[in-house]
């Protein structure tokens, strides 16, 4: 079974900066895909930032130019730098990998909040 552990997450101003880190319980170097969900109050979960084992990213429209997602395979670990952030992006974050047959499963962390507010 596959533990995937966030933080980094808080309270923060508008335009402030966070860095969440999600780390896994074994090593991510067979895993090709991760990614960065979230999910707001009364809405559903959506999908903000993929990562692939080569680096390619892609983002979710509104975060793009104030996210990034990157990976270090080395530690296990993917992150999500978070700047300029809004209060729209207020949620709670999820490290998510998607079915991989080297881990034979779909994994989530048990989500960090991220609250943007004055």
């Known amino acids: 079974q596959v533990q995937l552990v966030e933080s980094g997450g808080g309270l923060v101003q508008p335009g402030g900066s966070l860095r969440l880190s999600c780390t896994a319980s074994?090593?991510?170097?067979?895993?090709?895909?991760m990614r960065w969900y979230r999910q707001a109050p009364g809405k559903e979960r959506e999908l903000v930032a993929t990562?692939?084992?080569?680096?390619?990213?892609s983002y979710l429209d509104s975060v793009k130019g104030r996210f990034t997602i990157s990976r270090d395979n080395a530690k296990n670990q993917v992150y999500l730098q978070m700047n300029n952030l809004k209060p729209e992006d207020t949620a709670v974050y999820y490290c998510?990998?998607?079915?991989?047959?080297?881990?034979?499963?779909?994994?989530w962390g048990q989500g960090t909040q991220v609250t943007v507010s004055s």
């Open positions: 998510n990998v998607p079915y991989s047959t080297a881990w034979s499963g779909t994994y």
């Open positions: 074994r090593s991510i170097a067979s895993v090709n895909t």
């Open positions: 990562v692939t084992f080569r680096g390619a990213t």
